[in-house]
C-alpha cells in the first residue's frame, strides 16, 4: 500500500502510456486513485482505483474535464485557476485535504498530491494521487463523539472534578460551576494544590492523595474554603488511576455547604432548645407533649418525664373561658400561630403569668404536624407593672389618686353627672398654715399632718367620693351624685370642721384650716376636667382672699372678665415685642397769648386685627398687670427720643408723659430718667414734665414726694393728673411739690350745662392760684369751653376742639399753621 504522504514527499515521475511496468503498478493499486489531466484540464488517465473511489469508469471519465467530473461547484473556479498557475506559470498546486465529488452526488475526503511530467512532445501533464481518507475521517469523528460525551458526562457531574498526580499536581480539571474553584481553572492547571489552597486544605489533600495510592481509593475528607461568595465545605472522594507516567488521581469534591449549615443549624437549635431561658412546648398533630426544654420545668416545676404525652390543658388556670381558647384554635388553624399572655398553674399549684408564642408546622401537603410553644414566666414583670402603675397613680406619702389618677376619675365623674343628670362639685382643698409646721417641726411633721389629714378627708367623704392630692398641701375632693348645692355645703363644713381640730404632731398639738375652692358641674355644663379644676383653684384663692378657712364656689361671669383680663394682657405683652404701640401727641396751649406750650404723649395699640385702639380700650386691664412697668417704660423712652429729635430740628416742644404709680416708685426710676436725659444733651430737662394721677399720689404720699423733689433738682416737672376725681386733700395737695393742676375733662366737658361743674372747676383754678400753682384744662371741645375757661381765669387747655392726638409727624406743621379762634381775643380782654 502507497501511503498518502510518501507520495506527498516523493516526486514521481509519471510514466508514458507504452511503458507497461509503471502502469502496471498504478493499475494494480487499489488504495491510490491516480488520475492524469492534459494542460486543458481533460483526463488522460483514470486507474480502476480512481473508479472505485469517485464511480466514473476509464470510459466515462476519459477526455472529461477535471472540473466536472470531481470538483465541487464552490471550488471549480479556485482549481481551474490554481491548475492553469501551474501549467503556464510553474506554480505548483499543494498536497492538501479536500472534499470531492462521486458520481452518485455524495462526497469524499480524501488527501490528494499532485505532480507536473512533460510527454514527449513536451506538454505539460499533471497527475493527482488521491487516497481515500473516509475511514480515517470516520475514527476521527467516532473519537472526537467519545471526547465530547465524556466532556458532557463530566459537566453534568454536580461535583468538581480534579485529575491530579502523586505530588498534587493539578492536570485536569471539571466544574460545572466554576464559582466553586479556588481559581479559574487555567489558573490551576499546571500549579500544585499547595500553592493554590490554603494550608490547612492542601494538607487534606496531600492526605487523601496518600491514602488513595496506598489503598486506591480515599473517602470521607472534608475541607473548608472562604470563597468569594462566602464559606464552602467540600467532601473529597479519591481513586488512584495507573498512568505510563506515574500514579494519577481522580478527586471528586462534593460541594457539603447546605448539609454543614443544615447541621450546624441543627446543633445551634438543640442548643438553643437546651439552654434557653423561656420555656419551650413541642406537641404533635393532636396536641401530645413530644418534647419539653429543662426552662419547662424549671418554670411549670414538671419533669420531662410528666408531661410526655399529656396535653397542655394539664398546666391550665381555669382563668380562660372556652371562647378564649377557641379564638386561640382558630387563630392557629387559619393563621398558624399565636401570641399573648395566659394564666397557667404550676405543679405546686401556683397560678403564674406567662407570655406565650404558638406556632403550628405544617408539612409540605399543608397537614399541621407539630406545634412549639415558647413562653416565659412574667410574674416579675406583672408585680412591677403593678408597682409602676401604683407610682404613677398614687401619692408614695398618703396613698391617695395623685394627678394623673384624679384626670381619669374626673373623667368618669363627668361623665356619670350627665348621664345622672345629679350634681358634680369639684373642690381645690389647701391647707391653711401649714408652711408654719414644715419650718417650726420639720418636714417629717408636716408629712405626719398630711397624713392625719388624709384620714380625716377620707372619713369625712362619702363612699363614691374621691380625694385626691396634688402634691404640697394641695388636695382635690370629687363629691359625686349631689342632690343639690346644700348636699354640697354639708359635706364642706363637715371637711372644715374636721380639719380645723388639733392634730397631734410631732409630741404638740398643731392647728390648720383649710380654704376650698368650688367649681359645680351640671348636665347642662360644657365645662371639660381641666377647666373645672382651673375654676376651683381660682376659687380657692378667692376662699383664700376672704379670711382662709372657709369655701368659695365658682363665680362663672367672674371668670369671663378675668379671662379677658388675661386675654388683654397677654396680648397686649406680645404687642409690646412686636412694636405694634405708637404715641400720639395732643397739643397743648396758651388761650390767652395763642400760644402752644407743649404736648401731651398719649398711647395707643395699631391692633392687627382691630386697628388703631385708644388708651380706654386696653390701658385699665393692663394698669394692674405685669406688663404695666415695662409699658410705661417704653412710653418714657419713646417721649424723651421723640423730644429729644423734635429738639435737634430746631422745635423747643416740652412733652408730658403720664407715668404709672408703680413706675415712679420703682427702684431706679430717678436715675434711668437722669440717664436718658445725659443721652440727649440737646434737650433741655425743664421740657420733660411726668403727669401722675391724684390717686397714685395720694396713695404713698412721702415717697411719691420724694421722688418729685429728686426728679425737679434734674430740671424735671410734674403735673398733677385727673386732679378732682380722687380723695383730693388740701393737706395732701400742698405737700405734693407738683408745678400744675390738670382739671379732669368730665368736669371740663360738662361745666357749660352744669352749675355744679362749672363750681368745681372755678374751685380749683382758685386753689391753684392760692397755691402758686398753674393749672390746664383737659376736655376742651368747643370754643365756647375756651371762653368760658378764660373768663374763670384758666389760661391753658387742651382737647378735641383745640387739636386731636396726631402722629409725631405731623405735630410741626400742625404748630404751623395753628392759630387761636378769634372768639378767645375778647375774652382776654375782659381779664
Keep these: 500500500m502507497i501511503k498518502a504522504s510518501a507520495i506527498m514527499n516523493n516526486k514521481i515521475r509519471m510514466p508514458h502510456q507504452d511503458d507497461a511496468r509503471f502502469r502496471d503498478i498504478f493499475e494494480t493499486v487499489s488504495n491510490v486513485a491516480v488520475q492524469g489531466y492534459d494542460r486543458h484540464r481533460r483526463v488522460i488517465y483514470w486507474n480502476p482505483a480512481s473508479t472505485a473511489l469517485y464511480g466514473y469508469s476509464r470510459e466515462e471519465a476519459m477526455g472529461r474535464l477535471l472540473e466536472e467530473l470531481i470538483i465541487p461547484p464552490a471550488m471549480r473556479p479556485h482549481v481551474i485557476a490554481d491548475v492553469d498557475r501551474w501549467m503556464h506559470q510553474g506554480i505548483p498546486i499543494p498536497a492538501a485535504e479536500l472534499e470531492l465529488c462521486r458520481k452518485d452526488g455524495s462526497t469524499v475526503p480524501v ?28 475514527a476521527e469523528q467516532r473519537l472526537q463523539d467519545s471526547h465530547a460525551e465524556l466532556d458532557a458526562t463530566l459537566q453534568a457531574v454536580p461535583d468538581l472534578l480534579f485529575e491530579l498526580d502523586s505530588d498534587g499536581g493539578y492536570r485536569n480539571v471539571w466544574a460545572h460551576d466554576p464559582s466553586l474553584l479556588a481559581a479559574q481553572r487555567e489558573a490551576l492547571l499546571g500549579q500544585n494544590v499547595r500553592d493554590m489552597l490554603p494550608p490547612a486544605a492542601a494538607a ?5 492523595l496518600a491514602e488513595a495510592g496506598r489503598q486506591g481509593r480515599s473517602q470521607g475528607h ?6 468569594p461568595h462566602g464559606e464552602c465545605w467540600f467532601e473529597l472522594s479519591t481513586s488512584r488511576k495507573a498512568g505510563r507516567d506515574g500514579d494519577r488521581f481522580i478527586m471528586l469534591s462534593r460541594d457539603i455547604t447546605t448539609r454543614k449549615q443544615a447541621e450546624e443549624s441543627q446543633r445551634l437549635a438543640a442548643s438553643v432548645f437546651a439552654c434557653s431561658q423561656e420555656g419551650i412546648v413541642i406537641t ?81 401537603e399543608g397537614v399541621i404536624r407539630h406545634y412549639v410553644a415558647v413562653f416565659s414566666d412574667i410574674s416579675h414583670l406583672k408585680a412591677h407593672e403593678a408597682e409602676l402603675d401604683r407610682i404613677a397613680h398614687y401619692d408614695s406619702l398618703t396613698g391617695l389618686p395623685n394627678r394623673r389618677l384624679l384626670a381619669d376619675r374626673l373623667a368618669l365623674a363627668i361623665a356619670r353627672s350627665r348621664r345622672s343628670g345629679r350634681l358634680l362639685a369639684v373642690c381645690y382643698l389647701d391647707l391653711d398654715g401649714f408652711k408654719p409646721v414644715n419650718d417650726n417641726h420639720g418636714h417629717a411633721a408636716g408629712d405626719q399632718l398630711l ?70 358641674f351640671t348636665q347642662e355644663d360644657d365645662a371639660d376636667a ?30 369671663r372678665r378675668l379671662r379677658a383680663y388675661w386675654d388683654v394682657v397677654a396680648r397686649a405683652t406680645a404687642g409690646l415685642a412686636a412694636g405694634e404701640f405708637r404715641l400720639y401727641y395732643q397739643p397743648k396751649v396758651d388761650m390767652r397769648r395763642g400760644e402752644v406750650i407743649g404736648v401731651e404723649a398719649l398711647i395707643r395699640w395699631q391692633h392687627p386685627d382691630k386697628g388703631l385702639l385708644t388708651p380706654g380700650l386696653f390701658l385699665p386691664m393692663i394698669e394692674n398687670s405685669e406688663l404695666a412697668l415695662p409699658l410705661g417704660q417704653w412710653v418714657v423712652r419713646e417721649a424723651v427720643l421723640q423730644a429729644a429729635a423734635w429738639a435737634r430740628q430746631g422745635l423747643a416742644l416740652p412733652v408730658s408723659i403720664n407715668v404709672f404709680g408703680e413706675q415712679l416708685q420703682q427702684e431706679g426710676f430717678v436715675d434711668s430718667l437722669a440717664a436718658m436725659l445725659r443721652d440727649h444733651p440737646e434737650l433741655r430737662p425743664e421740657w420733660i414734665e411726668l403727669e401722675i394721677l391724684e390717686t397714685t399720689a395720694m396713695e404713698d404720699i412721702e415717697r411719691v414726694s420724694g421722688v418729685i423733689e429728686t426728679c425737679s433738682r434734674l430740671g424735671v416737672s410734674f403735673a398733677l393728673d385727673d386732679f378732682g376725681t380722687g380723695y383730693s386733700s388740701l393737706t395732701y395737695f400742698r405737700r405734693l411739690p ?10 371740663v366737658r360738662d361745666m357749660l350745662t352744669d352749675p355744679d361743674d362749672c363750681a368745681i372747676v372755678e374751685a380749683v383754678v382758685g386753689m391753684a392760684r392760692t397755691f402758686g400753682r398753674k393749672v390746664i384744662a383737659e376736655g376742651v371741645e368747643t370754643v365756647e369751653h375756651g371762653v368760658a375757661l378764660l373768663q374763670l381765669g384758666c389760661e391753658l387747655a387742651q382737647g378735641y376742639g383745640i387739636a386731636r392726638p396726631m402722629p409725631a409727624d405731623a405735630v410741626p406743621d400742625w404748630i404751623h399753621h395753628w392759630r387761636a379762634p378769634p372768639e378767645w381775643a375778647p375774652a382776654t380782654g375782659d381779664l
Design 530 to 559: 381641666d377647666a373645672l379644676l382651673r375654676h376651683a383653684d381660682q376659687a380657692m384663692y378667692r376662699a383664700k382672699e376672704s379670711g382662709k378657712n372657709r369655701f368659695h364656689i365658682f363665680d362663672a361671669e367672674q371668670d
Design 738 to 747: 407738683t408745678r400744675i393742676l390738670k382739671i379732669d375733662q368730665s368736669f
Design 284 to 364: 404533635d398533630g393532636n396536641r401530645r407533649i413530644v418534647d419539653v426544654n429543662p426552662a419547662f420545668s424549671r418554670i411549670t416545676g414538671y419533669s420531662r418525664e410528666e408531661v410526655l404525652g399529656q396535653t397542655p390543658r394539664m398546666l391550665g388556670s381555669g382563668l380562660h373561658t372556652p371562647e378564649f381558647f377557641e379564638q386561640l384554635r382558630r387563630a392557629l388553624d387559619e393563621e398558624g400561630g399565636w401570641h399573648g399572655e395566659l394564666w397557667n398553674k404550676r405543679k405546686s399549684g401556683e397560678i403564674y403569668p406567662e407570655r406565650i408564642a404558638i406556632d403550628a408546622l405544617r408539612d409540605s
Design 222 to 227: 472534608v475541607i473548608h474554603l472562604q470563597l
Design 204 to 208: 487534606i489533600v496531600m492526605s487523601a
Design 111 to 138: 488527501f490528494s498530491s499532485h505532480t507536473l511530467q512533460y510527454n514527449a512532445n513536451g506538454e505539460p501533464e499533471m497527475y493527482c494521487l488521491d487516497v481515500d481518507m473516509s475511514e480515517r475521517k470516520r
Design 451 to 520: 397624713v392625719l389629714i388624709t384620714r380625716q378627708l377620707l372619713g369625712a367623704l362619702r363612699g363614691d367620693d374621691t380625694v385626691a392630692r396634688l402634691g404640697g398641701d394641695e388636695f382635690v375632693l370629687l363629691l359625686n351624685d349631689l342632690a343639690d348645692i346644700h348636699e354640697c355645703q354639708s359635706v364642706l363644713e363637715r371637711v372644715l370642721a374636721l380639719i380645723a381640730t388639733p392634730q397631734p404632731v410631732a409630741d404638740v398639738q398643731v392647728t390648720v384650716s383649710a380654704s376650698i375652692g368650688v367649681a359645680l
